[in-house]
């Protein structure tokens, strides 16, 4: 009985201090690019970090790659600065495939793909500026966040 009321608390207690997993939405990292003093440069800093996990797929690495390029030949933003960056969010994250699809699922078709793989991952949100173009993806369990509000949850 004693045994079972032990087993029961540190499975509870490990459930409270599990890594929140989520997923970046594209338009995080290009203001990550844009400034480094916001929340989205700070969030970026933490990625690999044992704050918090992010998941990856290859239709999100795809469209990070093509908004980044987009504007390149800055003095920060160079191609080389995008695959790097790239490169580090592929062996950082949680590469998840997506055997399943609910399209079309949201107001703006290209965030179906975010949040099918925040879904198949099991995170727990979705860090995004955009927050009109996720409405009631609550019922899959999944929360949307700005920057400032998950690095908040961080306690950061």
Not at 72 to 92: H, P
Not at 145 to 153: K, N
Request: aromatic share 8%; charged share 30%; proline share 5%.
């Amino acid at each position: 009985m004693l045994a079972d009321g032990l087993r029961r608390r540190a499975t509870y207690l490990s459930r409270m201090i599990e890594t929140p997993m989520v997923v970046l939405d594209t338009n995080v990292l290009e203001a990550a690019f844009r400034s480094r003093r916001g929340a989205s440069f700070a969030i970026l800093s933490l990625v690999g970090t044992d704050r918090f996990e992010i998941a990856v797929s290859v239709p999100l690495v795809l469209e990070y790659e093509e908004v980044l390029l987009r504007r390149t030949g800055g003095d920060e933003r160079t191609e080389a600065s995008v695959r790097d960056l790239l490169d580090y969010l592929c062996s950082a994250g949680r590469r998840q495939p997506i055997f399943f699809r609910w399209r079309p699922m949201l107001p703006d078709p290209s965030d179906d793909m975010v949040l099918e793989l925040a879904v198949a991952a099991g995170c727990d949100a979705i860090v995004t500026y955009n927050r009109r173009h996720f409405p009631d993806i609550h019922r899959f369990g999944v929360r949307v966040l700005r920057p400032a509000e998950f690095l908040s949850e961080l306690g950061d």
